[in-house]
């Protein structure tokens, strides 16, 4: 195999390392790369691009409204004055609420369904988080409804109730941060945006901020095509208690995807752009190689919102 010459030159350029006052301020500003070997066979002037997440402190795109949510609870004094942070969560939200929570002295008690991977109950619980298990057979949709339970049942207030769902600092976050990362880092030219929905924050938004940049940039969602789906941490909305936050009309489009399709994708993420991601990422991923197949040109970003680590077997 050749090495491209521009590797070389790259390697050869160096960047000062970055300091932080605290842990807190390096969530975001995640690197955008750019698609070459999946994406083969599409016009010369159609371009893919990833925001790899998994590049943040916590590896998932649920770093950033987790920071959000606490520091607006923090802002209307919500939290700080020993109130217990408490959510349901399949895992990505609750390994960046403990891990906030541990930077920022707030201790977190996550509700989760009781099958979700061994390697996320491991974080949570290093972080110092409590987990109370959900019933596994009802999914996401049982922790939200235990962990009302638990609130409504809270007569001493010691709760804050992080509400991922329905809590507007969910796509706030995304809004402030994620969108005008991408729009800087493709110098304006952004012209799709595609994300798969969970809570939904992501895609609302990231996209409500980046129409705030250009009407003309096309926001598209993508949800499971079955109630009874394997893309785990996404939501089918028919069949779902639908989050708060989201707003369907405020789409341009919205894609449905087989499971089976994000399971290939994310293993062809892996074996041919050396990026190991989740099957919700890689469901992703060929949401948005269905919309560059459309296109004559254009620049399309997804997000891979993980790492595949979070999914493997002990």
Not at 159 to 165: G, K
Request: proline share 5%; hydrophobic share 40%.
């Amino acid at each position: 195999m050749s090495v491209n010459p521009a590797w070389t030159g790259r390697l050869q350029a160096t960047r000062p390392p970055q300091r932080r006052e605290s842990l807190v301020d390096q969530v975001g500003n995640t690197p955008l790369v750019r698609l070459s070997k999946v994406t083969e066979g599409l016009p010369e002037a159609v371009e893919v691009w990833v925001k790899l997440e998994s590049m943040n402190p916590g590896g998932s795109v649920k770093d950033r409204p987790a920071r959000q949510i606490l520091l607006d609870a923090f802002a209307r004094g919500d939290l700080g004055h020993g109130q217990i942070l408490i959510d349901a969560t399949s895992g990505n939200t609750g390994i960046a609420y403990a891990m906030l929570g541990a930077a920022m002295g707030v201790e977190v008690h996550l509700v989760m369904p009781e099958n979700v991977s061994p390697q996320r109950k491991h974080i949570v619980e290093t972080f110092g988080a409590k987990i109370i298990y959900s019933d596994p057979m009802e999914g996401s949709d049982g922790a939200i409804r235990l962990v009302r339970k638990l609130v409504a049942e809270d007569t001493e207030g010691k709760y804050f109730y992080a509400n991922q769902y329905g809590n507007p600092s969910n796509p706030r976050a995304h809004e402030l941060t994620t969108a005008p990362e991408i729009w800087a880092q493709t110098a304006g030219r952004v012209t799709h945006f595609v994300a798969c929905t969970g809570t939904s924050g992501t895609v609302m938004g990231t996209g409500r901020g980046l129409k705030g940049f250009s009407e003309q940039i096309q926001v598209i969602g993508c949800q499971p095509a079955d109630a009874f789906h394997g893309l785990e941490g996404l939501k089918h909305m028919p069949s779902s208690i639908k989050p708060g936050i989201y707003d369907e009309s405020k789409l341009d489009r919205l894609m449905w995807l087989e499971t089976e399709d994000g399971w290939d994708m994310a293993e062809r993420m892996a074996a041919e752009e050396g990026i190991a991601c989740g099957n919700s990422a890689g469901a992703s991923v060929f949401a948005a190689l269905q919309v560059a197949r459309e296109l004559e040109e254009g620049v399309i970003v997804t997000v891979i919102c993980d790492h595949a680590d979070r999914y493997f077997g002990e």
